[in-house]
């Protein structure tokens, strides 16, 4: 049975993986450094966290399940005690990406992160419904990096990620460069920032129009389904020449011409050196 050593385990998403693996065939050694993370952990799951050196001994896996702003201080910290052989597992590419991580040839360094249950799905049951976030009813996609390390270990890697996102649809393979693409990239630079260039609209038209709040969510986020659909071929269909023509006159009004800069390499690597 492979050890895991979970640090950050009490936090928001520490506590999200440990109540995975606590499903799972890992043994978990439990470390969170905040009491009010300790007591959350222990009222959620009845878990005690122990110390760090513990957890560490022995450990054939060590998740760092802590902000992107500390990775560089904490694993400066615990990789230079970790035996030859061990994972570190990464839930973000970002800190992986900005080089926060120690330079040790002889540690495997792997990162996952969650695609989250999408938007078109067939989940049959309610709390599949509302698992809006993944990782406790609904099925979602997971993306793996395997940035150094002997390649037998990406399939340990993709075990942990399938334990601590389950229940797991599909498990894709990128590099970390490519997952530094895909986010903040393409998931929080353009869709999020899109996303929420749309809820500004949709309160402009309550206040301009004098139409109800619940009246344009609906018709919003109706068209986002069917018009989300179309587009990403979820289902054959195509748009009226109204719509062509309101999409053709509409983008150059939203979008600035150079607007795909925000996906070239230089602008990837400013996005991640803000946030890390």
Not at 104 to 121: K, L, S
Request: glycine content about 8%.
């Amino acid at each position: 049975m492979t050890k895991v050593a979970l640090l950050g385990a009490g936090g928001k998403m520490g506590v999200r993986l440990a109540t995975n693996l606590a499903r799972s065939d890992f043994e978990v050694a439990h470390v969170e450094i905040g009491e009010a993370g300790r007591a959350r952990l222990k009222a959620e799951l009845g878990i005690d966290c122990i110390d760090r050196d513990a957890a560490l001994q022995g450990a054939g896996v060590v998740i760092l399940a802590v902000p992107d702003t500390v990775i560089r201080a904490v694993a400066a910290q615990i990789v230079p005690t970790l035996a030859p052989g061990t994972m570190v597992v990464v839930l973000d590419a970002a800190a992986p990406f900005a080089g926060h991580l120690p330079d040790r040839a002889d540690v495997t360094y792997f990162v996952t992160h969650p695609c989250h249950p999408p938007i078109f799905n067939d989940e049959s049951t309610p709390e599949g419904r509302a698992d809006h976030f993944g990782g406790v009813a609904a099925q979602q996609g997971v993306v793996n990096a395997l940035m150094q390390g002997p390649e037998d270990h990406y399939a340990l890697g993709d075990r942990i990620a399938r334990a601590i996102y389950a229940p797991v649809a599909r498990s894709h393979r990128a590099t970390v460069r490519q997952m530094a693409m895909l986010e903040p990239g393409l998931s929080e630079t353009v869709c999020a920032s899109l996303l929420s260039v749309m809820r500004e609209a949709m309160d402009e038209c309550v206040a301009r129009s004098g139409v109800s709040h619940d009246c344009a969510r609906d018709f919003l986020l109706g068209h986002m389904n069917i018009l989300g659909a179309v587009i990403f071929e979820e289902r054959q269909g195509a748009f009226s020449d109204a719509c062509n023509k309101a999409i053709e006159f509409g983008k150059p009004m939203l979008m600035r011409d150079d607007w795909k800069r925000v996906l070239e390499w230089d602008e990837i690597e400013a996005s991640i050196h803000r946030i890390t």
